[in-house]
């Protein structure tokens, strides 16, 4: 079955850091540009980053900008969203998606709360 | 950055009724190679959000046939010709054009009534 599983939220006090991880069953996701998107609670959608087929390329929302950094993982088929230095702002559920946006995983929450 | 206006942002639809939500660019959508990157994801209570209509007017798979996409560079619409109830949920128009970064609509979120 193609999907996409992300793993790795949980409860951070500010100021900590989480590692998200985005994993791909049924293709291969170094084929693909692949994106972060988050919904804090009750929110729309927000785009935070995105990394190119080759990981030579990765862009991000200003809000996580010198934050966040996204990294793929070809031998485990995976991308991966280091996150640092956490604010209250940054709750919410984070979605991987493989761009155009196509293909959307279940998520997983992050809750940044003292 | 590009910001995309929905309308109506709650939409009570009758079953069987047709629906129709708006979304309206800041800036044109045309990018330079000629296509229009305008998406509709629809996104179900407590799911995660899937894609129906990709560049303006293409259903994806599996996406009954009673959605359909139009419009063009600022102005865009997401038609249900007939409401059933799996329809139910937030609707968001999202643009790739002028990404970095990708812009969402604040959502429209259809209920029965």
């Known amino acids: 079955e193609v999907q996409l599983v992300e793993s790795g939220g949980g409860l951070v006090q500010p100021g900590g850091s989480l590692r998200l991880s985005c994993t791909a069953s049924g293709f291969i996701l170094t084929d693909y540009w692949t994106a972060w998107v988050r919904q804090a609670p009750g929110k729309g959608l927000d785009w935070v980053a995105n990394i190119n087929e080759d990981g030579s390329e990765r862009y991000y929302a200003d809000s996580v900008k010198g934050r966040f950094t996204i990294s793929r993982d070809t031998a485990k088929n995976s991308v991966s969203l280091q996150m640092n230095s956490l604010r209250g702002e940054d709750t919410g559920v984070y979605y991987c998606a493989k761009e155009p946006y196509d293909l959307w995983g279940r998520g997983t929450l992050v809750n940044v709360s003292p | 950055d590009v910001v995309l206006t929905q309308s109506p942002v709650s939409l009570p639809a009758a079953l069987g009724q047709p629906a129709s939500i708006s979304c309206k660019s800041s800036q044109s959508l045309v990018h330079s190679d000629g296509n229009t990157y305008l998406n509709w994801i629809h996104q179900r209570p407590g799911q995660s959000p899937r894609r129906l209509i990709y560049?303006?007017?293409n259903r994806d798979s599996g996406v009954p046939d009673r959605f359909s996409g139009s419009g063009s560079a600022t102005d865009f619409t997401l038609k249900i010709s007939r409401v059933e109830a799996e329809d139910v949920g937030v609707y968001y128009c999202m643009q790739g054009t002028h990404w970095l970064p990708y812009t969402f609509g604040q959502g429209t979120k259809l209920e029965i009534k």
């Open positions: 560049k303006v007017s």
